[in-house]
């Protein structure tokens, strides 16, 4: 038979007594047959649909037999095409011969003859194949790295430690005041992004500002502008200055980059001020605070007549942003309860309330050290991020294959192929030998046995073929009532089994 003139064609080749051998790519997949020059008559293969360029790893699996070792110092590899137009572009040209392999995926698939097959072995078990399997093999791979992950996070938090002025406290109150700040952020964005709410503010308004690394500064929030149809609809326009501790500079900066800033010092007072946008994610809150020396009519005040009102700004927010930096906790009790109505919105400024309390009451408030041990919760909380995300997909390709091993097995019991203590029974072995759940039913059943040959084989010429297409000349006029008939059956046959597997939880 033919694999044993390929035994002998590969002995000879390999003793070297055939010099020229005309060859499919298959020779050179799991073969070691390497030869002195290897020669490509073209660069083409169909894919069952077209014909298309080889692939990297086809290319180079191929190129790759050329040469021997201890033989050749290199191995040559010649493109001989007889017609110009079969050369192909320089590009794919590269992408074929220098482009990296492509990722190996596992293909295993379960199937009910494979799971047929290990019921009936005891000395190999389902779970034993699957372990064997090159999917589970790259599970393992990713555990690997999983570990290796777990200790970097271990060292990095070992060689990091976040070293509070407060030892007595279980762990670093950084992680408690992070996770209000941010609370706070998500519960001040969805109240302030209603219109409801927002309207109800009379501007201008001092307001506490929730900055990068959350930190806290006293501004005026001068008006509100609103975009209908946008993830963020509300900005608000504020005013934040320096002060002589600050050196200078600006102390409060903000996540959201503000593209519409007007910036400036005071001559008089060399104190710098800025005009920008923010969210109300970087509120914290709004404050009761009269203003009556302050005359400006913010809410008209447009962009150009900033700069000129900028002094009388400064005037009206110094004294109070000196009192705000001496002890923030003092002004807490003059923030503005919105929903005094206590409507639709009263849960959620309760919630804004008690994450404020916590930000206001954390020992991190006002340290020095808070920014950096932020910057440093933030390395760690990445690194968590990332080993959550392995450890759900590792669980969930685990789960996947259990749940599919479940469903397969409840199908073969609800047609009768193994008993209730997955015992294969009669049926299991035709199912093992013909390699299909529905050409088991149809030889039980006994479907066959009225068709002719020529009719058996044309049925079974269904499951070899290689195309999915559907014949546009068939006509059932040209075939018997059984065979037609046997169709019908088979079709309905077919709709049981999808119906089990549904019902089981398999995704058909």
């Not at 005040?301 to 400064?314: D, I």
Request: aromatic residues 8%.
């Amino acid at each position: 038979g033919l694999p044993i003139a390929k035994e002998i064609v590969e002995m000879l080749f390999n003793d070297g007594l055939v010099k020229v051998l005309f060859a499919t790519e298959a020779f050179a997949m799991g073969v070691n047959m390497p030869t002195k020059t290897a020669v490509f008559c073209g660069l083409k293969k169909s894919d069952g649909k077209d014909f298309r360029y080889l692939l990297s790893s086809e290319y180079t699996q191929m190129s790759g037999r050329a040469g021997r070792r201890g033989l050749d110092a290199k191995g040559n590899v010649i493109i001989f095409l007889t017609d110009i137009e079969q050369l192909p572009h320089i590009e794919d040209l590269n992408k074929m011969m220098n482009k990296s392999g492509e990722n190996l995926e596992s293909k295993f698939k379960l199937t009910y003859p494979i799971i047929l097959t290990l019921l009936n072995n005891e000395n190999f078990k389902i779970m034993d194949l699957i372990k064997k399997s090159f999917s589970e093999n790259s599970r393992h791979s990713s555990m690997n790295w999983f570990k290796e992950k777990v200790k970097q996070l271990k060292r990095h938090m070992k060689d990091n430690p976040i070293n509070c002025k407060y030892p007595n406290t279980e762990t670093p109150p950084i992680e408690d005041f992070f996770n209000a700040s941010n609370k706070l952020r998500r519960e001040q964005t969805n109240f302030l992004n209603e219109m409801d709410i927002i309207t109800r503010l009379k501007f201008p308004k001092l307001v506490i500002l929730l900055g990068k690394n959350n930190v806290l500064d006293l501004g005026l929030c001068l008006r509100y502008a609103y975009y209908k149809d946008s993830r963020n609809p509300i900005d608000l326009r504020v005013f934040v200055m320096s002060s002589s501790r600050d050196r200078g500079k600006i102390s409060i900066e903000f996540e959201s980059a503000s593209q519409n800033v007007t910036a400036g010092n005071d001559r008089q007072t060399g104190l710098f001020w800025r005009f920008l946008d923010v969210r109300p994610a970087e509120v914290f809150g709004f404050l009761d605070t009269k203003l009556d020396r302050l005359k400006v009519k913010t809410v008209t005040l447009a962009g150009n007549q900033e700069k000129e009102v900028a002094p009388e700004l400064t005037s009206a927010l110094q004294t109070h942003r000196e009192k705000f930096l001496a002890d923030p906790k003092k002004f807490e009790a003059q923030l503005i309860a919105l929903d005094n109505d206590r409507d639709y919105y009263y849960n959620t400024e309760l919630a804004i309330m008690e994450e404020r309390n916590k930000v206001m009451t954390s020992l991190c408030r006002g340290c020095d050290l808070q920014a950096q041990h932020t910057e440093k919760h933030l390395k760690v909380l990445d690194m968590r991020r990332d080993l959550e995300e392995v450890d759900k997909r590792m669980k969930s390709e685990n789960q996947a294959i259990l749940d599919e091993l479940a469903a397969r097995t409840n199908v073969l019991k609800s047609f009768k192929y193994i008993d209730d203590e997955e015992v294969p029974l009669l049926k299991a072995k035709i199912a093992r030998e013909t390699g299909s759940l529905l050409i088991s039913e149809l030889i039980v059943e006994n479907l066959l046995d009225n068709l002719t040959v020529a009719e058996i084989a044309a049925l079974f010429s269904m499951f070899v073929c290689q195309f999915n297409s559907r014949d546009e000349n068939f006509r059932e006029e040209e075939f018997s009532d059984q065979f037609l008939n046997v169709l019908d059956k088979m079709e309905a046959i077919l709709e049981r089994i999808y119906d089990a597997e549904r019902k089981f939880g398999m995704l058909v």
